[in-house]
């Protein structure tokens, strides 16, 4: 779809592996890295912001951007339909800017199919348990939500073999520093 010499990079991992923080501290170290916003029917949590955490759009809204094939990808996770905006990722790689799509696992492998130099990167937590707590740790979502999270972990850890590169987040600064290896090894055998 787009000229590009492994520019994009797409990170997956269940709800509540810390996915969130190990990025967040990676682009403050690696500020050259465009995170992609993507386009979300969910609720905005407290203290999320239109335009910044994610396009909050109506389904109908969503609808129409299926229909106009606006997205790159697309999927429904936990209820809810997230997608990635093929105007946006071409405008950042027109810009010469390396990007990353945190998006989950159906997602990243129809990004592979479309373009197979993006690299899957997957960050797992250290076990079920571990994950399980930190989900009900946080204490942003409702049972319900928490049970199919947890559902869709299991879902996502199997999808997870066709991954380039999983990344255990048992240590924070340990995971960080593993996603810098794995993107410095690309950059380098690009
Ligand atoms: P959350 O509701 O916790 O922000 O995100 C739920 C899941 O949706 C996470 O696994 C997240 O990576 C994924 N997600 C976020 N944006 C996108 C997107 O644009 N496309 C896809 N396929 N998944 C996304």
Redesign the pocket.
């Known amino acids: 779809m787009f000229l590009m010499n492994k520019k994009l990079y797409v990170i ?1 991992g269940s ?1 509540g592996v810390g996915k969130g923080t190990v990025l967040k501290r990676f682009l403050e170290r690696n500020p050259e890295f465009m995170l992609s916003i ?3 029917t ?1 609720e905005p949590r407290p203290g999320e912001i239109d335009g910044v955490n994610y396009f909050f759009l109506s389904r109908g809204e969503f609808k129409d951007c299926i229909e106009n094939d606006k997205f790159l ?3 429904e ?2 209820g ?1 339909f ?3 905006k093929k105007k946006y990722i071409s405008k950042c790689l027109e810009q010469g800017k390396d990007i990353i799509l ?3 696992t ?2 990243a492998l129809k990004v592979k199919n479309k373009m197979p130099e993006a690299v899957l990167i997957f960050i797992c937590p250290p076990s079920y348990e571990v994950l399980e707590n930190r989900l009900r740790g946080r204490h942003t979502e409702d049972e319900q939500t928490i049970k199919k999270r947890l559902c869709e972990a299991k879902i996502e850890l199997e999808r997870s073999k066709d991954f380039d590169y999983k990344i255990i987040n048992d240590d924070l600064e340990a995971a960080i520093k593993s996603l810098e290896n794995v993107i410095n090894k690309e950059r380098n055998d690009a």
């Open positions: 997956s709800s993507s386009c979300t969910r990808e697309w999927a996770f936990a809810n997230y997608g990635t945190e998006i989950d159906q997602g």
